[in-house]
């Protein structure tokens, strides 16, 4: 079971991944506005990065839980997808369906308290702080764990106050750290980024615009 759970860990880190990139941002088509395969779910969650960027990473719709349609869209999307995976792995692996339940809940505790208490995201989860204040949005894609954004090349630091201890996104004795961070860094390095403001409004009302 301990197997299935760890492996249970990795795929829905992956799907992190994915959902995020692919479903949450839309993908960019010439001329028209992003395509999202669930676009209520694409427009609420440029409504929450509109919202953090105003507000310095603070999203008041967690303070006011499901009565905020966006909080009670990803509370559903979440159960649902954790209840298919579920029916899916279960024939499979009674670890991986531990593993999809435990990761859709840590992923809304995770979520939830990052954009409630931005000092505790900068220093638990700098990835996904970057993914929303960066000049960058389209990067970043983890939130629990910044794995597959190194795995895809897709991790993007803009200060060196916002890298992480090491890829893993797991504190270790520091010895371990270095040797840890050393090592991925030849085979998937991040990549760094200078934030400038300006940089930053344009790319936001640009993003802004490509979903309107």
Known sequence: ??????????????????????????????????FSPVPRSMKSHW????EVRKQDFHDDGYVEGISNWRTKNEIVSLAVVAGAVSLIFYPISKGMVAASLYSACNYYYIHRRAHLEPDWAMKKIPWHYDHHMNSNQDANWCVTKPWFDYLMGTRVISSAG??????????????????????????????????????????TQKLNDSVA
């Open 162 to 203: 916002l890298q992480e201890q090491n890829p893993l996104g797991v504190k270790l004795p520091q010895p371990i750290a270095n040797w840890l961070s050393s090592s991925i860094e030849k085979y998937f390095p991040a990549k760094w980024v200078e934030k400038k403001p300006l940089l930053v409004e344009e790319n």
């Open 47 to 50: 409504e929450h990065h509109r």
């Open 1 to 34: 079971m301990l197997k299935g759970f760890l492996v249970g860990l990795v795929v829905a880190n992956g799907f992190e991944w994915v959902a995020h990139n692919y479903i949450l941002h839309g993908q960019h088509r010439p001329g028209k506005p992003r």
